[in-house]
């Protein structure tokens, strides 16, 4: 019986210490128990670069549709970006053609009293883009969701490529790129879009579930 129990005791031991190496929060920044999982080394790195570069805009495609609740999932990166916009008297536009996405995240951007720095906008992406005249301090590109289907996975990989080129000419020295969800199968939705950035005067800070990039001449 005392080996059992000791048997369990270490058992559950075990569990709750990779319960917790599993874990990945951004506290202080964020409550510790929301998980960011793959996503919390880029978001750490642009959380530590919009502070230096003191950034003012931040644009989004592709908003937070489940809000905090989908932070392991899909990152939350609305409400994340949201918050430190809030903290540092800067303002976020997210943007998505979806009306249930932009609902879903409205509830939570009002639930988290981010009104007053965050703009959910219904929206085409590229249309979007195309019409926003202010500088971007800031850009975070994750719409057009990616799937195993190839025909679908190009059609995300063009569309990311083309909202960069919708918005390159409001980018400048320090503006601060991240693309999600691109360690996927045949590239991920950023494969076009951080391929044509290279070409230019980009580069990679950090390449991981997604990618950082900044100006080869970046600076703060």
Not at 140 to 145: G, N, T
Not at 162 to 185: G, M, S, W, Y
Request: proline share 2%; with cysteine; aromatic share 12%.
């Amino acid at each position: 019986m005392y080996y059992l129990l000791s048997f369990l005791v270490f058992a559950i031991a075990l569990l709750l210490l990779i319960k917790f190496l599993k874990h990945r929060p951004l506290s202080p920044f964020m409550p510790y128990r929301y998980n960011f999982g793959k996503r919390r080394v880029t978001f750490l790195k642009v959380l530590e670069l919009l502070d230096k570069t003191k950034a003012k805009v931040i644009v989004e495609t592709g908003t937070s549709r489940s809000g905090l609740k989908g932070a392991k999932g899909d990152g939350a990166a609305t409400i994340v970006f949201g918050k430190w916009a809030k903290k540092n008297n800067a303002f976020m536009h997210s943007v998505d053609i979806s009306e249930e996405s932009v609902k879903g995240s409205q509830a939570e951007v009002d639930a988290q009293d981010l009104g007053d720095n965050i703009k959910v906008h219904l929206s085409d992406s590229l249309a979007f883009l195309k019409g926003f005249t202010e500088q971007v301090d800031f850009l975070y590109l994750d719409s057009y969701d990616y799937s195993e289907d190839l025909e679908v996975q190009v059609k995300s990989q063009e569309h990311h490529l083309a909202e960069f080129k919708a918005i390159e000419d409001q980018l400048h020295k320090n503006t601060i790129v991240l693309i999600d969800d691109c360690r996927l199968p045949n590239g991920g939705k950023g494969k076009m879009a951080i391929g044509y950035m290279l070409q230019k005067d980009w580069k990679i800070l950090i390449d991981a579930y997604q990618v950082l990039l900044v100006r080869k001449d970046f600076s703060f």
